[in-house]
C-alpha cells in the first residue's frame, strides 16, 4: 500500500503525540528516548504503536498503554488507536538514546553501562566524582541500582544495564 | 530433531495434540516456580536482615511474578485460558512447580541456600529455553535472561560470604544447604512430558543434561565458599527421573497450600474485579 501525503502527516503528528508521553517513572524521558518505539503506522485514520516492553515485571506497562492511546487518540485525524507490546527484539539498556541518556543523567539517574559491570559503580550523577562505590545492584525500581559517593557523601541512583 | 521454528506461530493449530500438551506442561512448569519462588521473595520485605535486602528481595520478587505473568499469557495463547486465573485459582494438586520452592522461607541462611541452587538452575533451564524451536519461548527466554543474572550474581555473593564468614553464619548455611539438597530432585524433572520436550526440541535439554550443567555452575562456588559439594551423597542418578512425590506432577507438601490460602486470598474475595 502506498501511503499517502496526509497519511505520512498523519504519522508525524502521531510521533509529536508520543513525544509528550513521558515514563512514569522517569517524567523527563520519552518513550522514544526510552527506545521503546518498534513501530508506529497509519491507515485509514488508526494509528498502530508497537512498543518494546522493558523490564518484564514493570508495573508502567499498562499505564503507559493508557497514556499512548490517550495522547495518541487526542491527535486530529486519528480515530482508533492500538498499542501493541511486541515480543520480536527483546528491550536492552543500549536502546536509550544519546538525548535519553542526557535526560537521565540530568534527573539524577546514571545512565547505564554498556556491558554486564554489576561490581563497577558509574561516575556520581550529582557531582560527577568518580570516588563512587556499589551498595546494592537492586534499587527503588527494577531498572535501578543504588551507589554511594564519597565525595558528596550521599547515595545517588544509577539505571542497570539490560 | 523435528524443527518448529519455521513456524513462527503461537497459532495452536499448527502444533499437534500432543505438542500443544507438552509445551502448555513446560510453560506452567515455568511459570508456577517463578510465581511461587516470587511470592516466597516477597515475604521477606520488612523482615529481611537489613533495608537493603528487603528492597533486593522486592526487586526479585517484582521480576519473577512479571516472568510468571509472561509465562502464563503464553499459556494463555496456546490454550485459551485466563492467564490471572491460572496464577490464581488453580489449587495445589494442579500446580506444577519444584516443591523446594514452596517451602517456607524458615532461616535467612536456608532463603540463600535455595535462592543459589534455584538461581542457578534457572539460568541452566533459560539457556536451553533460547535454544528452543517454539519461538515465543525463545524470545520469552531472551529478555528474562537479561534480568536473572542479577539474581544469582546477589545470591552466589550471599551464599559465598556466608560460607566464608565462618561461624553461626557457616553452621546455619550448612543446614539451609542440607535441607535445601533433600527437596532438590524434582527441580531437575521435566514431568511427564519429558520425553517430548526434548524430541521435539521444546527444551532441548534432558533431565540429566540440566543437572549435570546446573551442578558445573554450583560445585565451583561451594568450593570458594568452603563448603563440602553434597552431590555425592545421593549419586547422580538419584537427581533425575519422576518421584513419587514430583512437584511437576501436582504432588506437593502443606507449605504450599498454606502459600496458595495467602496469596489467592484478594483474587478469591472477587474474581471478577479488574484492578
Redesign the interface.
Known amino acids: 500500500m502506498t501511503q499517502n501525503v496526509y497519511e505520512q502527516d498523519l504519522v508525524s503528528a502521531v510521533r509529536a503525540a508520543l513525544q509528550d508521553v513521558k515514563d512514569p517513572e522517569i517524567p523527563t524521558l520519552s518513550l522514544e528516548e526510552l527506545g521503546m518505539v518498534y513501530d508506529l503506522t497509519v491507515q485509514d485514520h488508526h494509528a498502530k504503536v508497537q512498543l518494546i516492553p522493558t523490564f518484564v515485571g514493570c508495573p508502567a506497562v499498562e499505564m503507559i498503554r493508557r497514556l499512548v492511546e490517550n495522547n495518541v487518540g487526542q491527535v486530529k485525524g486519528i480515530e482508533s488507536v492500538q498499542v501493541e507490546f511486541v515480543m520480536d527484539v527483546p528491550w536492552s539498556s543500549d536502546r536509550i538514546t544519546e538525548e535519553g541518556r542526557r535526560k537521565l543523567a540530568e534527573f539524577g539517574i546514571s545512565p547505564p553501562p554498556h556491558e554486564f559491570l554489576p561490581g563497577q559503580a558509574p561516575v556520581c550523577s550529582y557531582c560527577g566524582s568518580s570516588d563512587t562505590d556499589v551498595v546494592s545492584i537492586f534499587g527503588p525500581t527494577a531498572c535501578r541500582a543504588v551507589y554511594y559517593c564519597k565525595q558528596c557523601s550521599q547515595p545517588f541512583e544509577g539505571m542497570k544495564y539490560v | 530433531m523435528k524443527r518448529m521454528h519455521t513456524v513462527p506461530s503461537t497459532n495452536p493449530n499448527v502444533l499437534s495434540l500432543a505438542v500443544q500438551q507438552a509445551l502448555v506442561d513446560l510453560l506452567l512448569q515455568l511459570a508456577d516456580d517463578d510465581l511461587i519462588f516470587g511470592h516466597r521473595s516477597s515475604e521477606w520485605l520488612g523482615v529481611a536482615p537489613d533495608l ?1 535486602e528487603d ?2 528481595f ?3 520478587s ?6 510468571a ?2 509465562f502464563y499469557e503464553l499459556v494463555q495463547k496456546l490454550a485459551g485460558e485466563d492467564a490471572d486465573a491460572l496464577a490464581f485459582a488453580r489449587s495445589s494438586t494442579e500446580r506444577k512447580n519444584a516443591r523446594l520452592l514452596e517451602r517456607n522461607n524458615g532461616d535467612w541462611a536456608f532463603t540463600i541456600a535455595r535462592g543459589f541452587m534455584y538461581n542457578a538452575f534457572e539460568h541452566v533451564r533459560l539457556q536451553a529455553a533460547l535454544q528452543s524451536t517454539y519461538l ?1 519461548l525463545q ?2 527466554a ?3 535472561v ?2 536473572e ?2 539474581h544469582l ?2 545470591m552466589q555473593t550471599w551464599f559465598e560470604n556466608l560460607g566464608i564468614a565462618g561461624g553461626e553464619a557457616r553452621s546455619r548455611l550448612e543446614k539451609g544447604i542440607a535441607s535445601a539438597w533433600m527437596e532438590l530432585p524434582d527441580l531437575f524433572s521435566l514431568g511427564h512430558h519429558a520425553a517430548i520436550l526434548v524430541e521435539e526440541g521444546i527444551l532441548p535439554s534432558t533431565e540429566m543434561d540440566l543437572y549435570k550443567q546446573w551442578a558445573a555452575m554450583v560445585q565451583p562456588v561451594f568450593e570458594k565458599a568452603g563448603l563440602p559439594w553434597p552431590g555425592d551423597a545421593f549419586g547422580e542418578t538419584k537427581m533425575v527421573g519422576l518421584t513419587g512425590t514430583d512437584g511437576r506432577t501436582g504432588a506437593h507438601s502443606p507449605d504450599l497450600e498454606e502459600l496458595l490460602n495467602t496469596m489467592t486470598e484478594v483474587y478469591r474475595s472477587n474474581v471478577q474485579a479488574k484492578w
Do not use: F, N, T
Not at chain 2, 517484582?62 to 516472568?67: A, I, P
Open positions: 537493603e528492597i533486593a522486592s526487586s526479585i517484582q521480576d519473577e511474578v512479571g516472568h505473568a509472561l515465543p524470545q520469552a531472551q529478555k528474562i537479561r534480568e543474572r542479577y550474581l546477589h
